[in-house]
């Protein structure tokens, strides 16, 4: 029999986290801070309007943008928390998670075998890179620097660029750094992107969670909506991950190629999760807020945490991630969070999964209870006495 | 940091001082110093514990009494309220919009002893018109805590 697996998806490495995963699950009794999706449920006032979808009987497929209603609130929204006006009917599309949008936005932006490249700053969400590659691109990695408080700089962006660099991925607020980009950050790097004439894929994913001033979306400086595909979901804001729903929202022709795609190979997002999100844009404000809170407080239990450990950590000011730095015990990511689940029973992600220069680090998740965070915290601040013990004798 | 404050302790009053400094991002004098200020002009009123009494070997019974009164001039229904509120029984009085007056909360051993309660006491008040009297047969959700059993995280170990 012939191989009949495409070589280019079996080049693709799996994901770091996978490999972590596997370990973790033979684990019985392991506590974990691994995950990337919040710990609260979806308020009830939005899982009720998904509820009463079904009870209605909207069990139909929408259209293929998704609900017109839908993308008139995301407007509205837009309009609300950026200052960035759309039009519903044709800047607008609803997909199956940002994940979906991030596939076929760049497969909708790519031509295959040109070796078009596309930059992305890492350490950052898992699925930048394939995706790219199975869009048909060359995957440029920029090397962010905890220095910086993994921040994207004029002079970083500056020095990746070639004549074939296309598009910039944008992943902040950052998984799994925490790290975000103010005003002044954006407006640095706009000024390259302008000059250099790239499109940028902005994940917005976690803009709704920030803790120093409010998110700030590159769309939203001069010049640069027309440029900018803006990828935003109800998963991190509302705690919907289950019910896989984001959007895209970008210059008009981008959108139309990324609908067609979208429309041969998903038809349309999942309806009762569109009914839901509409009542979630409507209503889910002091949802949001309260999750905020609650994120913010565990956020500063956590850096005051490493602190008094002395496990060096730059305050990040977004996400649900801190990401701490453990080069002092002379161990890879991996190894480190292996033997902190050995021995400790305690599951983090080794800053690797999120990119060669992750290494180093680890990300720690803050969506769970402070009762939780403190159990896990407890244990490793004797894992780390207990390295550090080792090392002096 | 008030009302952030304030909404910690609703919901975990046993919280440690440092550790409340900590997630509020203040230093633990503010937080004392706060927390006296909040005592002192009384919005703080108590400190209490939230117990499902079901799951105990006491028995326990609690009505919710709707009453009607006369209000009385120059004092509304502020004295009625205190005439029924300073009976150890009654747990909380609270004046109602709409079909009735004061909503009276009453706890008590028995069924007969909150029974007598409305009968000897609370209704031969003069200017009590009326009562009606429920009673509470299950408690689902109290203070904003579900009694029903604790949910498991059921979230994958790990997820990118």
């Known amino acids: 029999m012939r191989n009949f697996l495409a070589d280019q998806v079996v080049e693709i490495k799996p994901s770091g986290i996978r490999k972590f995963f596997d370990i973790v699950s033979e684990m019985k009794d392991a506590i974990s ?74 497969r909708a932006l790519i031509n295959p075998g040109l070796s078009e490249e596309v930059l992305i700053p890492q350490p950052s969400y898992v699925s930048y890179e394939p995706c790219a590659i199975l869009a048909g691109a060359k995957p440029v990695i920029i090397n962010l620097k905890a220095e910086n408080e993994f921040r994207l700089t004029a002079e970083e962006l500056e020095a990746a660029i070639t004549d074939k660099s296309k598009i910039l991925v944008l992943p902040y607020p950052n998984n799994p750094t925490g790290a975000i980009m103010e005003q002044k950050d954006l407006e640095a790097i706009a000024e390259v992107i302008l000059k250099h004439d790239l499109f940028v894929i902005s994940d917005e994913i976690y803009a709704e969670l920030t803790y120093k001033e409010k998110h700030v979306s590159i769309a939203s400086l001069p010049g640069m909506q027309e440029r900018t595909l803006l990828i935003n979901g109800f998963s991190k804001a509302y705690a919907m991950t289950g019910w896989r729903l984001g959007y895209a929202c970008g210059p008009a022709d981008v959108i139309r190629q990324m609908t067609k795609i979208h429309q041969f190979a998903i038809m349309c997002a999942p309806t009762t999760s569109q009914y839901a999100a509409v009542e979630a844009l409507k209503n889910g404000d002091a949802d949001i807020e309260e999750m905020r809170v609650a994120y913010n407080q565990r956020r500063r239990y956590l850096l005051h945490a490493f602190e008094e450990m002395g496990l060096e950590c730059f305050e990040p000011y977004g996400a649900f991630y801190v990401f701490p730095c453990i080069k002092e015990f002379g161990m890879t990511s991996e190894e480190f969070a292996t033997k902190f689940l050995e021995e400790e029973k305690v599951a983090v992600v080794p800053g690797t999964a999120f990119g060669d220069c992750g290494e180093g680090y680890l990300r720690i998740s803050y969506a769970y209870s402070l009762e939780n965070l403190k159990v896990a915290i407890g244990r490793l601040k004797k894992f780390v006495e207990k390295l550090r013990s080792k090392t002096q004798a | 940091m008030r009302e952030e404050l304030l909404a910690i302790i609703e919901k975990n009053s046993r919280i440690d001082l440092k550790e409340l400094a900590v997630i509020l991002g203040v230093e633990e004098i503010d937080v004392v110093n706060e927390l006296q200020k909040l005592e002192e002009e009384g919005v703080i009123c108590g400190y209490h514990t939230l117990i499902n009494w079901e799951k105990t070997s006491l028995d326990k019974v609690t009505a ?29 009085v609270y004046l109602i919009s709409g079909g009735f007056d004061l909503m009276v909360i009453l706890e008590g051993k028995t069924l007969r002893e909150v029974s007598s309660f409305v009968s000897d006491k609370l209704a031969p008040l003069e200017q009590v018109l009326s009562t009606a009297t429920h009673f509470i047969l299950k408690k689902y959700k109290d203070h904003g805590t579900i009694f029903a059993q604790k949910s498991e995280d059921e979230r994958e170990m790990i997820t990118p």
Not at chain 1, 34 to 60: A, C, N, Q
Not at chain 1, 74 to 87: F, H, P, W
Not at chain 2, 77 to 85: L, V
């Open chain 1, 33 to 106: 801070l691994g995950v990337g999706e919040p710990d609260f449920d979806t308020p009830w006032h939005i899982r009720d309007e998904g509820i009463y979808s079904l009870e209605k009987g909207r069990t139909f497929y929408t259209s293929n943008s998704g609900l017109k209603e839908l993308r008139q609130e995301i407007c509205t929204y837009m309009k609300r928390k950026n200052g960035i006006e759309y039009d519903p009917m044709k800047q607008v599309l609803i997909t199956v998670g940002g994940s979906e949008a991030i596939d076929i936005g760049l």
């Open chain 2, 64 to 92: 919710l009494i709707e009453v009607r009164v006369t209000p009385q001039r120059g004092q509304g229904f502020d004295h009625m309220a205190e005439r029924i509120y300073k009976y150890p029984e009654v747990r909380s």
